[in-house]
């Protein structure tokens, strides 16, 4: 008698695969796998390719400086300048619409444009267009200095996730579900029957499933884990400063507007490219050297 073999666990199913849907929101695969954190895992690096060439670099700094530029010219009035940056981001999502590529970026950029409009029209304080990027700053800070603390750092997870293949919906499914390299000592080595399933013997501790096994690999390389805790402290660093340069502008009210605008936009796409770069260079793998002639057999 033939027996199914066990469900994959649903809960670890369902977590895998939100973290695979929140980094493809980021970063679609359909972009090329050179863009945003995907550029992590390539043998070379390219900032443009990083940002999503030109495109991707004036669809994430448009609306900023749209608000800027009619902010400062219209006299600090905040209505033409909220409306501007709003206009300019919808004409990103309509020609990506039109063109029929992927909106994630645009669309993104939308939404974070339409945050910082609804705060700022609200309050009628312009420097709140900028209030919901820097709350957002300030997460991303702890929740990665949080994640090195307890040892799983953001970018190994990221970028082993992506090695790994973990951002692959069928990827997970097959991958969790077939529990792939369980520690031989921790279940029975009592053979078992074609078709059957094992089943654990009482005091046997339960095999690890295919994510746990992946975990251990990568967090139980002591040089991969340092630097991978170097580069989420870098990311760490990179927000820090975000914050350190832009909270007292904001704190100083509607007369430091355009000045936070500049550095918002100075601090942006080109600080992060940066930071992005430096990281590749952290957690690449290194090249393998070409083995040299094998050496003849002694007689």
Do not use: C
């Amino acid at each position: 008698m033939t027996h199914e073999h066990p469900a994959a666990p649903e809960p670890l199913a369902r977590e895998v695969e939100e973290v695979a849907d929140a980094i493809d929101d980021v970063v679609p695969p359909d972009e090329g796998a050179a863009r945003g954190v995907r550029a992590l895992t390539g043998e070379s690096f390219s900032l443009a390719d990083s940002i999503g060439g030109v495109r991707g670099l004036v669809e994430s700094m448009a609306p900023g400086l749209v608000f800027v530029v009619v902010f400062i010219v219209t006299g600090n009035t905040l209505q033409p300048a909220l409306i501007a940056s709003v206009a300019v981001a919808l004409v990103a999502v309509a020609a990506r619409l039109v063109q029929r590529t992927p909106i994630t970026q645009a669309f993104g950029g939308f939404l974070g444009v339409a945050i910082g409009v609804l705060w700022a029209w609200k309050s009628g304080e312009a420097q709140n267009y900028y209030a919901a990027g820097l709350l957002t700053n300030a997460a991303y800070l702890v929740a990665m200095a949080v994640s090195v603390l307890v040892r799983w750092p953001v970018v190994g997870l990221v970028v082993e996730a992506l090695r790994s293949g973990w951002t692959d919906g069928d990827k997970v499914k097959a991958a969790v579900a077939s529990s792939d390299e369980p520690d031989a000592g921790a279940t029975s080595a009592a053979p078992v029957a074609a078709g059957e399933a094992q089943v654990p013997r009482e005091g046997d501790e339960p095999a690890p499933g295919a994510f746990t096994a992946w975990a251990r690999r990568w967090r139980g390389d002591a040089d991969l884990m340092r630097r991978y805790a170097l580069a989420t402290w870098l990311w760490v660093g990179m927000f820090a400063l975000r914050l350190a340069v832009q909270v007292p502008l904001f704190m100083a009210g509607e007369d430091a507007v355009a000045w936070l605008g500049t550095a918002r936009l100075v601090m942006g796409i080109p600080l992060w490219a940066l930071t992005l770069w430096v990281t590749w260079l952290l957690v690449r793998r290194p090249r393998v050297a070409d083995e040299g002639p094998a050496a003849p057999a002694s007689a």
